[in-house]
């Protein structure tokens, strides 16, 4: 079994997507983006924001097709090993045609980012791999309708 290799067409295919919803959110409360949408602080965090009293809010996003599962049938959620040490103070999991989002705050994914474990993906099909995750409960995780907030 291998390592699971980058995926750059799933990557351009989301990416934007769910930077382009954080910033349509993050605009409705208050906070503007700081820099280019197209830079990329790879590790880091995905977008910054600052609202008018100067705070400045770091956003790590992703998208998952599976966002059902993850919210009513699972324990917890898997969030890749490479963002143990993001510096984002939210980590976005975007899911529903972005009409659901859920939110984890970095407390939380400082004080889960040693519970690694390993997860065979895609099982039984030709391209399975093996990755190493981040494993939160999910009761760490909150869960929004974007229409709600």
């Known amino acids: 079994m291998s390592k699971r290799q980058f995926n750059k067409l799933a990557y351009d295919e989301y990416d934007m997507n769910c930077k382009l919803a954080t910033v349509n959110l993050m605009s409705k409360k208050g906070y503007n983006l700081i ?4 830079t990329e602080y790879y590790k880091k965090y995905d977008l910054a924001f600052k609202n008018l ?42 899911g529903n045609n972005y009409e659901e989002l859920a939110i984890i705050k970095k407390d939380i994914l400082t004080k889960f980012k040693d519970n690694i474990i390993n997860q065979i993906c895609a099982k039984g099909k030709e391209y399975e791999f093996e990755e190493e995750f981040i494993d939160i409960p999910k009761q760490y995780i909150q869960f929004y309708k974007i229409k709600q907030l």
């Open 35 to 38: 820099g280019d949408i197209n």
């Open 53 to 94: 009293s100067g705070n400045i809010i770091k956003i790590e996003n992703e998208f998952r097709g599976g966002f059902e599962n993850i919210k009513n049938k699972f324990n917890t959620v898997h969030i890749p090993i490479r963002k143990k040490n993001t510096e984002c103070d939210f980590y976005f999991i975007w």
